[in-house]
């Protein structure tokens, strides 16, 4: 059984930075496609950040601030946020991709940027 389980959020103020980290289980994701994405309250969940065959794609908006990253050996994927801002604010989820139509969410973790 395929779990991933997100770890690192919480509440930050504008310009800190916060480490994601998601632990998967059940599966090696050496080769695997995974990415980060978001849900704000009110807003359609959107991509991140994605580590993949291809190589590493960013939101423009995060851009410069925002790392992903893979650790084979621990089998996680971790998002390094930077000069955080309050629109970073989000529940931020974890994903595996293995095909089209099988595909693999975390539960969340919340990130809040605030003073």
């Known amino acids: 059984q395929v779990q991933l389980v997100e770890s690192g959020g919480g509440l930050v103020q504008p310009g800190g930075s916060l480490r994601l980290s998601c632990a998967a289980s059940?599966?090696?994701?050496?080769?695997?496609?995974m990415a980060w994405y978001r849900q704000a309250p009110g807003k359609q969940r959107e991509l991140v950040a994605s580590?993949?065959?291809?190589?590493?794609n960013y939101k423009e908006s995060v851009l410069g601030r925002f790392t992903i990253s893979k650790d084979n050996a621990k089998n996680t994927i971790s998002l390094q946020m930077n000069n955080l801002m309050p629109d970073d604010t989000a529940v931020y989820y974890c994903?595996?991709?293995?095909?089209?139509?099988?595909?693999?969410w975390g539960q969340g973790t919340q990130v809040t940027v605030s003073s």
């Open positions: 994903y595996l991709k293995l095909s089209s139509l099988t595909h693999y």
């Open positions: 059940g599966i090696n994701i050496r080769f695997k496609d």
């Open positions: 580590i993949t065959s291809s190589g590493l």
